[in-house]
């Protein structure tokens, strides 16, 4: 049987993948990841991929590339790839993805094919020079080891372009089941009930981890600058910067307004989307935010950082507004924007699912199937 090897430094992200793996199965793969599943709780194996009956390889990939942990996940893959000889690997996320392509080179010249999908690479037109610096380097040079290099949003692929791999490709993002969201049932005042939110407040809501990347804290303090009393921010997910958000929630006198909610299961989110009146999404850096688009399949406008991915959908007074990640005044005025212009609100409820329609799932499984194809699979 041919064998496919699905690698990410952790293995819960490869529930983002796991369209890629069915595809792979339908093709007449034998599917193996290799991923981390000794990290924190939130991270690990939670067993919602075992119906796929994939093979589970723990790798101790760490998070920086410079590291020892590094060289002895490159070790445990070349003593991996050795025992398994496998038709094809797709990578993901950086750090995995180069050591993996390191330790591939043997493999690569036996036939192996090397895909690589970027899920948003660290330097960008607003990312500082020193992640130009680092990672455009060992991106260019690593794609000399490999025959095919995704990216999920336009401003990455014209990047590739510049890289020396046979194979180029995009696609919008890993899929939405945009379908089930859009015909969802919500009982908006029971989901409001369940997370402490008023009936008559007007609800943000933003899924993700509590990182420096995700940002949370612009809209914490935008709410804090607004007079609108009725507004509140909910977020959910977890991550290193709780305790550090849960301070600045009641130093700037937002406790009972903001609600951390931690770690909801996909189909709470899913309601809480449809529960709240517009979504936030102000990333400092992001591929392209699969919860930004899950919001407006949900039918609501987003305020979001105009960086990166997020442009493919947030277009100005159409689907949200587009605000300066570092600027908390530009949150307020677009939060309150959106709350007091009732006729640009419902216009950007429309267009929002409209342009979700752009990032449906068979689209992408299409597009994936083809990708595929290209390299003979």
């Not at 920086?64 to 496998?86: D, G, H, V, W």
Request: with cysteine; aromatic share 10%.
């Amino acid at each position: 049987m041919k064998k496919a090897l699905m690698v990410a430094t952790v293995f819960r992200f490869l529930n983002f993948e796991k369209s890629d793996m069915a595809i792979l199965k339908e093709k007449g793969y034998k599917v193996h990841t290799a991923t981390n599943m000794r990290e924190s709780d939130w991270l690990k194996d939670d067993g919602s991929l075992d119906y796929l009956k994939i093979e589970k390889h723990q790798i101790d990939f760490g998070r920086t590339p410079f590291s020892k942990q590094s060289y002895i996940a490159y070790r445990q893959l070349k003593k991996l790839l050795k025992e398994e000889k496998f038709d094809v690997i797709h990578c993901h996320t950086p750090v995995a993805a180069a050591i993996t392509r390191l330790a591939a080179l043997k493999s690569r010249k036996q036939g192996t094919k090397i895909i690589y999908t970027s899920h948003g690479f660290h330097f960008h037109k607003t990312a500082r020079k020193k992640n130009w610096f680092i990672y455009y380097p060992i991106e260019y040079i690593m794609a000399f080891l490999s025959d095919m290099i995704i990216t999920i949003n336009k401003e990455d692929y014209k990047i590739i372009q510049r890289f020396h791999v046979k194979q180029k490709c995009y696609i919008p993002g890993v899929g939405v089941n945009v379908k089930h969201i859009t015909e969802m049932q919500v009982d908006r005042l029971k989901v409001r009930k369940r997370f402490g939110l008023p009936q008559d407040g007007f609800i943000i809501v933003s899924v993700g981890e509590l990182s420096e990347r995700k940002n949370h804290e612009v809209v914490i303090k935008a709410i804090a600058e607004s007079e609108l009393p009725n507004l509140y921010y909910i977020v959910c997910g977890e991550g290193e910067r709780r305790s550090y958000l849960e301070s600045m929630i009641e130093n700037v006198g937002m406790s009972g307004r903001v609600i951390l909610a931690g770690q909801q299961s996909h189909e709470e989110v899913l309601e809480l989307y449809h529960a709240s009146d517009i979504g936030a999404l102000p990333s400092l850096i992001e591929g392209l935010g699969l919860a930004g688009i899950e919001t407006l399949a949900a039918g609501k406008p987003l305020v979001a950082s105009g960086v990166h991915g997020i442009k493919d959908y947030v277009v100005n007074k159409k689907t949200g507004i587009r605000c300066d990640p570092t600027d908390p005044k530009s949150f307020c005025l677009a939060i309150e924007e959106l709350a007091k212009n009732r006729e640009l609100y419902e216009h950007c409820c429309i267009e929002a699912k409209k342009m979700a329609l752009a990032f449906d799932i068979e689209k992408v499984e299409k597009m994936m199937k083809e990708n595929y194809e290209m390299l003979n699979l």
